[in-house]
């Protein structure tokens, strides 16, 4: 995963300069995240692995799929990619342009996982708390993980607090074996 994402980090900010430039974000976001969902297809997966079938095969599949709604520069994109044997990172070029473009527009993407479901009040302090520190509009996805036992870890970016009963147990367990 680690080195998917570093070889999708320079598509996604080829793209997203493009698309600055062209003032068109919101298109690129939606045609990228419709390359990625066909990429992570099993079928089309399968095809992408497969060394039977040239770039021009795939990025032909990819055409025929996504209509009229892929551009000329989306094609370049895929046929960059494809000749490259790099789509197999398109999800990823489609998260790290997300990332820019909430960047761009002065908002942060956060993951806060939980052992129980978020009160109402708790999501609203945590939005609060969360948009003071990033100076930002923070967008909180919430998740649960049963196995936290208590607590919550919060991700931002490359930012993340740990204060899962979990992970207090386990440093607490490190520190008696030591």
Known sequence: ?????????????AVFSLSMKADNLAA???QLANLATISQD????????NPAYTA?????????VMGDNLTE???????????????AALSDVSEVFETL????????????????????????KLSAALN?????????TYEEDASLVGGIKIKVGDWAIDGSAQ????????????
């Open 73 to 87: 520069e989306g094609k370049n994109l895929l046929t960059a990619m494809a000749d490259n044997k790099r789509l």
């Open 42 to 49: 099993d079928a089309m997966a399968a095809m992408i692995s």
């Open 167 to 178: 992970s207090q147990l386990n440093k607490l367990g490190a520190a008696i074996a030591q």
């Open 101 to 124: 473009k909430a960047e761009a527009e002065n908002r942060v993407r956060a993951t806060v996982v939980s052992a129980r479901t978020t009160t109402v009040e708790q999501k609203k």
């Open 28 to 30: 690129w976001s939606d």
């Open 1 to 13: 995963m680690a080195q998917l994402m570093t070889i999708a980090r320079p598509y996604a900010e």
């Open 56 to 64: 021009d095969q795939v990025v032909t599949v990819f055409t025929d």
């Open 132 to 140: 003071a520190k990033f100076d930002a509009e923070v967008e909180i």
